[in-house]
């Protein structure tokens, strides 16, 4: 299944600076967070005792929802395909399982919306992945070959 990203619909092309500026308060406000998290000794959000790294926010249009593109900590560079796979899958799991709720209770407490935004968060290879899927398509389409 191709996750579609909040600002490819034709609709929302142009991010408006509420959006911008949202997103980057929830990235800052999440770097924070984790950074203490990982002082206090909280292995939920670490790998090998390193916190995974934030990539990108988006925040949809109305500011209700935001997703959080992350990716596994810089020590896991050497590792193969599938025990990225693995690491990444647990990962996602603890921040599908607990993490997230942890996080989205921190951030409404910290960010000052009527609807604090709900976070989903994916996994920034996955995302990748699918950007670069979508771009093969368009050359295809274009009738331009690698």
């Excluded at 984790?34 to 249009?61: A, K, N, Y």
């Excluded at 997703?67 to 799991?93: A, H, I, K």
């Excluded at 935004?117 to 979508?134: G, R, T, Y």
Aim: net charge neutral.
């Amino acid at each position: 299944m191709c996750k579609k990203r909040l600002m490819d619909d034709p609709s929302v092309r142009d991010v408006s600076i509420r959006q911008r500026r949202k997103a980057g308060q929830i990235e800052k406000i999440l770097c924070k967070v984790l950074e203490r998290l990982e002082h206090q000794g909280d292995e939920t959000f670490c790998f090998e005792g390193e916190s995974i790294e934030i990539s990108f926010v988006e925040i949809s249009p109305d500011l209700r929802y935001s997703r959080v593109y992350w990716s596994l900590p810089f020590t896991t560079l050497g590792m193969g395909d599938e025990e990225l796979r693995r690491l990444t899958s647990m990962m996602q799991s603890r921040l599908d399982m607990r993490g997230a709720a942890m996080l989205q209770s921190r951030i409404s407490a910290m960010v000052r919306n009527k609807y604090p935004p709900k976070i989903k968060f994916i996994p920034a290879e996955d995302a990748m992945l699918d950007q670069s899927d979508v771009f093969k398509r368009e050359l295809h389409r274009l009738g331009i070959e690698e």
